[in-house]
Every structure is written in structure tokens, then in C-alpha cells.
């Protein structure tokens, strides 16, 4: 099984054992021990465990990409249509703009071209690839779109694609995900994505809102490697269906009824047709839910590595609010100069934040081969998640 620790764990009854190194199906592996635990989301807090954890094969991100629509919407073009201002958005939030799609963009198209540069970028073939994951609350088919980019990116073997709906927190579930499939399934190359098109279910009358959403898509590519070339090194993770009436997008009936309902059809049968409502935030609520959780659960992580807070290089979080990643930081003692953010050109972009903002950073030189980044992703569900890992 998989635990909340990152690492594949077999069957032991709980007392300590002697652990020896050992072969596996890809050759022979050294030792690795870690402690861990499996949280618990209602008391949000952290314990040790004596099982020991055992990984025979480690990942490591070895490329990344993103893209964003074309229509750029800025802070002062937003206020021709509802009452805010630049200052008003920019003070409270720290967005100036956001990219929306329109004309012929769809979300699928983004995914691909994300998926492509991180492709590129770990000079791997489309062909070799053994999962797709589409981290997305916002997918072109109820059913999933993660299918239709394995598709579009030509992939002739048809690997495993499927969606993960976490809303914000999806990037960082879909990379456990990933390391989860390469460490327990003998998976070698995982394509993880973030994609999402919140424009699509936002209120663009409510200021509270229609504010931080942007759409926009990030990959990344995990691949397995031996043990001791692991990157990721611990990680963390959490829901509470409690909050969910914090910030939600619940289903809906239209009000259009059924016309079988006048030709003696059984009353409330067949159903009227659906729609999901736009977003529902208490902005106020959620701030407190992230400034307390994300910390936490990023200094679980840590503990799990058997890192201090020191050892960080980068701390890039789910880009929802400046002063969430202010505080988050503070929290940490972590300086500015040390923390990724590009969330005043693009908002919030959910699922596909984290991503993008690692694709910019590694793409300016800023993130470098062999330096260890503290990410968490937190949102709707309410769901959140950190991870400890190293770039490349």
C-alpha cells in the first residue's frame, strides 16, 4: 500500500524489524528506511509511526510546461463591468490580471501544449509514456478529458489517462499520484497535469469572486529512477468534507421543467436537466482554513523527509492569494527572495497553478537542477496537501 508518507510500504505487523537491501523486478536496491503516518483530517495534526518504509524505486521531475489562453484580462478592464478597481483587487489579493479562454482556446489544448514543452523539455517520446493524469475540476466531458490529450499527443499505446478532481489541491495529489503508480505498479514515465478553466463557473457580477480566477495549464513529467535519486521526499495530506460549505460549485436543477410532467408522467420523473452553479466562496473562511493548515501540513512533510524548514531552497504554493503565501512564509521564517510567485499576472488559476508558476521559475533559471522545493496545494473539498521535492 501507499501511505501518506509517499512511500510503498509492504505488509508488517507493528514491531521493528531488521531491514536488508533486496531485489526487485528492476534490479537490485538499496536500503532506504523513512517513518510516516497516515493523518487523520479532523485533528490536523501530525504522529509518529515505528513501521518502517521501504522504497524499492524512487521519481524525480525531470521536465515541465505550461499555457495559458491569449485573452488577457486586466484588474482595470474587469472594473468596466463590475464595481471594483485596481487598487481594490490588487491590495486585497495581489492580482493584476488573469488570462480567460475564448474563441477557439478549450482547456484539452492547453493540457496538450503543457504536456508537449514537458515532453520536450525531458527529451522523452509521447510514445513511452505509461499514465496520463489530468489534475482538473473543469474538464470538456463529464466523463473525463485526460483521454482525448493521450489522443491529441499522439501516444500510439495507449496509456492509462484519467482525470483527478481535487479542485486547487489536484496538482499536488496528482504528484503523489504519479510517484504512488511508479513506486507500487512499476509505472517509469507519468505525465501529471493541471488544467483548469474556472471562468467557466464564475459569477462575473460578484466581485467577491469573478476577482481571482484565471484559467491556464501546467505539466510535469515524473519518472522513475533508482532509489537513491528520489525526489520526493515526503509529503503530506488532507480533506475535510466540513468546509465544503466554504467553497463549492453544487450541482443545480435547471428551471425549466419537464414536458412529460403535464402528460401524467410519475411527479419529480424523469429529472430536469442539470447544471453546476457558478462558485460559492466565503472568502473569509477560507483564508483562515489555508494561514492555518498549509503550515502544518508543509512541517509534517518536512518531518517526514527528516528535513527542517532550513533546507528549503524554493516555497511555491497553490497561487490563490498573495497574503496566503505571505503568511504561509512568515509562518515558515522563509524569506521573499525565496518564494515563487507569479500570481499577479495570472490569478488563480486552481489545478494548474502550482505547475505554471514551476514552469516559469525553471524556465528563467530561477529553480535549478538538485534544489529542494516545499509545495502545497489547499482548496475545495476542503482539500489540502504539501509536498517535499527535489527539482530534477
Excluded at 524512487?58 to 482595470?76: F, T, Y
Excluded at 503543457?114 to 474538464?139: F, G, Q, Y
Excluded at 529512477?225 to 467553497?247: A, I, K, P
Aim: aromatic share 6%; net charge neutral; with cysteine.
Amino acid at each position: 500500500m501507499a501511505n501518506a508518507s509517499g512511500f510503498f510500504t509492504p505488509s508488517v505487523p507493528h514491531f521493528r524489524v531488521k531491514v536488508r537491501p533486496f531485489a526487485t523486478a528492476i534490479g537490485f536496491s538499496a536500503k532506504v528506511v523513512c517513518f510516516g503516518n497516515i493523518e487523520g483530517a479532523d485533528k490536523h495534526a501530525t504522529s509518529k509511526s515505528s513501521i518502517p518504509r521501504l522504497v524499492s524505486k524512487g521519481c524525480k521531475l525531470v521536465g515541465c510546461g505550461s499555457a495559458v489562453p491569449a485573452l488577457e484580462i486586466s484588474n482595470d478592464e474587469l472594473s468596466q463591468i463590475v464595481d471594483t478597481s485596481d487598487e481594490w483587487i490588487s491590495v486585497r489579493t495581489g492580482i493584476r490580471r488573469r488570462r480567460v479562454l475564448s474563441g477557439k482556446d478549450n482547456l484539452t489544448t492547453l493540457a496538450v501544449e503543457a504536456a508537449r514543452k514537458a515532453l520536450e523539455m525531458a527529451k522523452v517520446d509521447s510514445d513511452d509514456l505509461d499514465l496520463i493524469l489530468l489534475c482538473t475540476s473543469t474538464p470538456e466531458d463529464l466523463f473525463g478529458s485526460a483521454p482525448q490529450i493521450s489522443k491529441q499527443l499522439g501516444c500510439k499505446r495507449n496509456p492509462l489517462s484519467y482525470d483527478i478532481t481535487a479542485a486547487c489541491s489536484g496538482f499536488v495529489l496528482g504528484l503523489i499520484s504519479a510517484a504512488c503508480h511508479i513506486r507500487g505498479g512499476g509505472f517509469n514515465n507519468v505525465l501529471v497535469i493541471g488544467a483548469d478553466a474556472l471562468s467557466r463557473y464564475v459569477d462575473w457580477t460578484d466581485r467577491g469572486t469573478c476577482i481571482l480566477f484565471g484559467d491556464a495549464a501546467g505539466a510535469v513529467l515524473v519518472q522513475g529512477c533508482n532509489s537513491e535519486e528520489d525526489g520526493l521526499l515526503g509529503f503530506d495530506l488532507h480533506s475535510d468534507g466540513n468546509g465544503q460549505r466554504h467553497l463549492n460549485a453544487g450541482i443545480r436543477e435547471n428551471e425549466s421543467g419537464n414536458a412529460l410532467e403535464s402528460n401524467g408522467s410519475v411527479f419529480g420523473f424523469p429529472p430536469k436537466p442539470s447544471s453546476y452553479s457558478c462558485i460559492q466562496m466565503n472568502g473569509k473562511e477560507v483564508f483562515r482554513f489555508a494561514v492555518r493548515c498549509v503550515p502544518q501540513s508543509i512541517e509534517s512533510a518536512l518531518e517526514k523527509a527528516g528535513l527542517p524548514a532550513s533546507s528549503i531552497d524554493w516555497l511555491l504554493l497553490h497561487q490563490a492569494n498573495q497574503r496566503i503565501i505571505d503568511a504561509v512564509a512568515t509562518r515558515l521564517e522563509l524569506p521573499s527572495e525565496r518564494v515563487i510567485s507569479n500570481l499577479a499576472n495570472y490569478g488563480n488559476t486552481s489545478a494548474a497553478s502550482i505547475p505554471l508558476a514551476l514552469d516559469e521559475a525553471v524556465r528563467s533559471g530561477k529553480v535549478k537542477a538538485g534544489q529542494t522545493i516545499a509545495t502545497a496545494g489547499f482548496g475545495a473539498g476542503l482539500t489540502w496537501g504539501s509536498a517535499i521535492v527535489r527539482w530534477g
